[in-house]
């Protein structure tokens, strides 16, 4: 494109205004690729909401300062879905209809992702849910991708960890009552014979729990080798917290869903020594982690956890599979990001996808030591992590 | 055996936390017939204070105290600005109202001091165990059971042998001849507030602190329990209160061990609500009194 | 007509139904229940899992009013021994407990709920479209027996039940019908919204959707057919239409449901007798 220098200096001619629309229209830069985003901003999810767009913040940023994507910027759509199913239908609808999304990543819980997959495959929008768990959400079609564990490949690994690693048999079983909690168990539960482990009991607890009196006592009478918890900070601090205040030194093992700072502050020298299958790496020598961490501080004002890694990589990972793909043909970006290979996903390396879109990822074990997360072993037995295939 | 016991006193130390809650919420239904959903929120209030207090005095005593006074305050407040101009309305107005109140304060909690919650900076209370009869319990277990003895023993007491608490079991008798006896009724209903609200703060500032967490929804769980236990006890009754403060204790404690694969915990105690309306459609606690 | 607008408009024709049923119960009758999403969730269940079976979508809407009615009529027993408050804390019982109980079981779903739902046939916008004439049936009943007989008998029990039975109306029969109309009409909604959403978990029907839909009726003015409709759309819209208050959502609902009842008791419904009368007073 030739440059007239006449239009250097709008002031030279007449109709500056026009000429300043024709500049603005005609400039690429303005052009901008909008991707979609769901996260629970209010209600009783809003913890991991506010995680979650501050990341994605972060992350959109991060991409736009390298560039963009295909020398365009990515621009955020973001909509509270409260984790409620009609909200995330309302807002995938508003997000496919009138905000004409071209891609999306759901930033919330499980169940609204299960509600909002179909409308992005509907529209032939390529999907990411960053951390919610729910099977059917890769079952609504070939769009539909997801960027954690699913609940039973987190429960297998905790077997193998309690069997193998830490060489314990017998152990009582504490559950949150939610899908994410029954389906982690049942993935332990499937993995038993194989580590050598006997269940001794089996408790479980609504998320509104704050005492656990009963389950302490129950587990007390147990008098297991070890422990397995699922569970969220709120609900495990306490929970661990009372364990240990019933005088029962048994080692902990936690869900991914633990590890967050707000554990530690909440039951301080309680959870010292808890393992957390799942746990974010934060020792992993890689810079973009360390850069993450950081700045995420700065923002949030807390320090970063799991949610907030999973958002910021699932938007990564989208925007990596425009650019390698090339074109921001949808058809041709979901087949990037089904190709995908050894994507460096802050929580780990992200070998690739299955058929059925989950990922093939190692694990990472972390310990509480000192009042801090610290790395403490990989279960990278990509066989026995291996998520189902339809 | 000792499992039993243990669920046992387990289900006690729930008890006296419902206790505390819901004696201020029977005592506003005993005066003026209205169900002070937002009870709840005071509860959660002094739970807030408590901490904000504590964290910036250094003295977690301060914080409680600070938390009973503030709370009576805000009690004595939400009479005078929302049910006393709603009394000669049909009582579902004042319930509804009372229901925006807790929904726009739990809010209103979480905006202002985040959605992760509080912790207490210094609190090594629940850490801190006692051994007896072959259990352990910690220190703020023990504050607890103490509080609700305490101030239970210290509100019968009042309400039979000092004036005013005479005066007050009068007007929830009988507003009106009360009144011809020179009972101050208006002043009645302020005290009426003021310490049903302090005793519910005290219960948050407790559960705080043996959670080492305030949280924007914790008023939330406590509520609709209240409600579920002053029916129990038969609306505006003391005594029938505290027994079904305890009763539901025991029975959520045994119940989400035994009964807990099929129903969860608040359908439990639902549950038995309704079970015990069937059979005494006018609550445990029989002839209401003060 | 867009996705987002076909969605909007079937969320508004059900509270729309779940709404002015309440009334029947609560406005007409008197009778206090903040347990209707109880009733909204066992119908949408029970036609979930009948369309799961194989049944077609009139025989598995049929199959959710029915259940629901029969849920009601159990209720409605209650509420001959149970008076006032005593009721009211019941319901919310009766909220929790549906909840509490379709949570742990397997066979509907537990906490992962129930996907997959067959489809009616009718494709988005039918269904949405037969919730509207739903909606638009339920009000023109409502108006209809408010008129009638029933709701002569309905407002006398609701009014002072002790006076009624003086003069003779059956208050027991008239509860109870009461309920069974009400809550068959939350069924027949809750099975829509599932042939519509094709999903649902059992916290879509907990004890805060109960208190939203007596929201809507006390906001819209109690026993006013009109007035409680015009609320059930107002406040479904409100969150779409000021999405940059959602952050203060929760905040903006409690404080009007208190500045509501603090100076407009009588709602919508209210407000505007009030400002007739004045009208015509000049």
């Not at chain 2, 509860?43 to 009973?68: C, L, R």
């Not at chain 3, 949405?128 to 739903?134: D, E, R, S």
Request: hydrophobic fraction near 50%; charged fraction near 15%.
């Amino acid at each position: 494109m030739t440059h007239h220098p006449r239009l250097r200096d709008p002031r030279l001619r007449g109709g500056p205004i026009a000429i300043a629309i024709a500049l603005t229209l005609a400039s690429p830069a303005l052009a901008e690729v909008k991707i979609g985003f769901q996260a629970p901003l209010t209600g009783p999810a809003a913890t991991d909401g506010v995680s979650a767009k501050t990341a994605a913040q972060m992350a959109a940023e991060k991409v736009n300062a390298g560039g963009g994507v295909l020398g365009q910027k990515i621009e955020l759509v973001t909509y509270d879905d409260q984790a409620r199913t009609d909200e995330a239908v309302f807002t995938a609808n508003k997000l496919v209809g009138q905000d004409a999304v071209q891609f999306a990543v759901s930033g919330s819980y499980s169940a609204s992702g299960r509600a909002a997959a179909p409308i992005f495959q509907k529209a032939g929008v390529p999907f990411i849910s960053a951390y919610g768990v729910h099977p059917d959400i890769t079952r609504s079609g070939n769009y539909a991708f997801r960027g954690v564990h699913l609940g039973p490949p987190q429960g297998r690994a905790a077997a193998k960890f309690v069997g193998d690693n830490l060489g314990l048999r017998r152990v009582s079983i504490v559950t949150m009552d939610n899908d994410y909690g029954q389906a982690t168990v049942e993935g332990f539960k499937s993995a038993v014979d194989q580590f050598g482990i006997k269940v001794l009991g089996e408790y479980s607890y609504s998320l509104k729990d704050r005492q656990f009196g009963s389950i302490v006592a129950s587990v007390k009478r147990d008098n297991p080798d070890a422990i397995y918890v699922t569970g969220y900070f709120f609900t495990a601090a306490p929970l661990v917290s009372q364990l240990r205040s019933a005088g029962i030194r048994a080692p902990i093992v936690g869900s991914q869903a633990f590890d967050a700072e707000k554990l530690l502050e909440i039951a301080g020298p309680a959870v010292e020594g808890v393992y957390i299958v799942g746990g974010l790496d934060r020792d992993r020598d890689m810079p973009e982690l360390k850069d993450y961490l950081a700045e995420f501080q700065k923002r949030a004002g807390y320090a970063g956890e799991n949610v907030g890694a999973t958002v910021y990589s699932a938007i990564r990972l989208m925007a990596d599979a425009i650019t390698s793909a090339g074109t921001l043909d949808q058809a041709k970006v979901r087949d990037a990001l089904a190709a995908t290979h050894n994507f460096p996903h802050l929580a780990g390396e992200l070998v690739s996808f299955n058929a059925l879109r989950e990922i093939n990822m190692p694990m990472n074990v972390n310990v509480v030591k000192d009042g801090k997360f610290h790395h403490h072993a990989w279960i990278d037995d990509l066989k026995l992590l291996a998520p189902p295939t339809e | 055996m000792l499992y039993y016991v243990d669920l046992a006193f387990n289900g006690l130390i729930f008890g006296c936390m419902y206790a505390l809650m819901a004696v201020g919420l029977t005592l506003v239904y005993g005066l003026l017939r209205i169900l002070h959903i937002a009870h709840a929120a005071v509860y959660a209030f002094g739970a807030y204070v408590a901490v904000i207090v504590a964290n910036g005095t250094g003295s977690i005593a301060a914080g409680f105290a600070a938390a009973m006074v503030a709370a009576a305050c805000l009690g004595m407040a939400i009479y005078r600005l929302l049910y006393q101009p709603l009394l000669g309305y049909p009582p579902y107005v004042a319930m509804i109202a009372s229901i925006g109140l807790l929904v726009f304060m739990e809010d209103g909690f979480r905006i202002a001091f985040g959605e992760q919650g509080l912790t207490f900076a210094h609190n090594p209370y629940p850490t801190q165990l006692h051994e007896f009869a072959g259990l352990t319990v910690n220190t703020v277990q023990v504050a607890i059971i103490a509080a609700a003895v305490v101030c239970l023993t210290l509100l019968a007491l009042f309400t039979t042998r000092t004036r005013l608490g005479i005066a007050w079991r009068a007007t929830v008798s009988d507003a009106p001849i009360a009144t011809s006896f020179g009972v101050d009724a208006v002043k009645v209903r302020y005290l009426n507030f003021a310490i049903g609200s302090a005793l519910a703060a005290l219960a948050g500032a407790l559960i705080g602190l043996l959670n080492n967490f305030v949280e924007p929804t914790m008023g939330f769980v406590v509520s609709y329990k209240a409600l579920a236990i002053i029916v129990l006890g038969g609306l505006g009754n003391l005594q029938g209160t505290l027994i079904a403060s305890l009763v539901l204790g025991l029975v959520e404690s045994y119940g989400t061990i035994f009964v807990g694969r099929y129903l969860d915990r608040d359908a439990i105690a639902f549950l038995f609500l309704i079970a015990v309306l069937i059979v005494r459609p006018k609550g445990l606690g029989g002839i209401k009194t003060a | 007509m867009s996705a987002y607008a076909t969605s909007v408009l079937a969320i508004i024709g059900i509270n729309v139904m779940l709404a002015v049923s309440l009334n029947m119960i609560t406005g007409f009758c008197g009778q206090f229940s903040l347990g209707h999403a109880a009733f909204y969730g066992a119908g949408a269940y029970a036609a979930a899992f009948a369309a799961g079976a194989g049944a077609p979508a009139p025989l598995a809407l049929l199959a959710g009013v029915i259940i629901a009615g029969l849920l009601g009529i159990v209720v409605g027993f209650a509420s001959l021994r149970l008076r006032d408050d005593f009721l009211a804390v019941t319901t919310i019982g009766v909220s929790f407990l549906f909840v509490g109980f379709v949570r742990k079981q397997p066979w509907l779903g537990a906490e992962m709920g129930m996907s997959k739902i067959p489809s009616s046939g009718l494709g988005s916008e039918g269904n949405a479209l037969l919730i509207l004439a739903c909606a638009l049936l339920t009000i023109a009943l409502s108006l209809y027996v408010n008129r009638s007989w029933m709701g002569f008998g309905f407002r006398a029990v609701g009014d002072d039940e002790d006076t009624a039975r003086t003069v003779g109306i059956s208050v027991g029969a008239y509860k109870l019908v009461a309920f069974t109309l009400g809550t068959a009409i939350a069924g027949l909604a809750g099975g829509l919204y599932a042939y519509f959403t094709q999903f649902i978990v059992p916290d879509t029907f907990g004890f805060i959707v109960s208190v939203t839909l007596m929201a809507m009726v006390v906001i819209g003015g109690t026993g006013s057919t009109i007035g409680v409709a015009i609320a059930a759309v107002a406040l479904t819209l409100l969150p779409e239409v000021v999405r940059f208050t959602n952050d203060y959502r929760l905040l903006i609902f409690g404080g009007l449901l208190v500045l509501v009842m603090r100076f407009a008791p009588g709602g919508l419904a209210g407000l505007g007798r009030a400002v007739l009368v004045k009208a015509r007073g000049k």
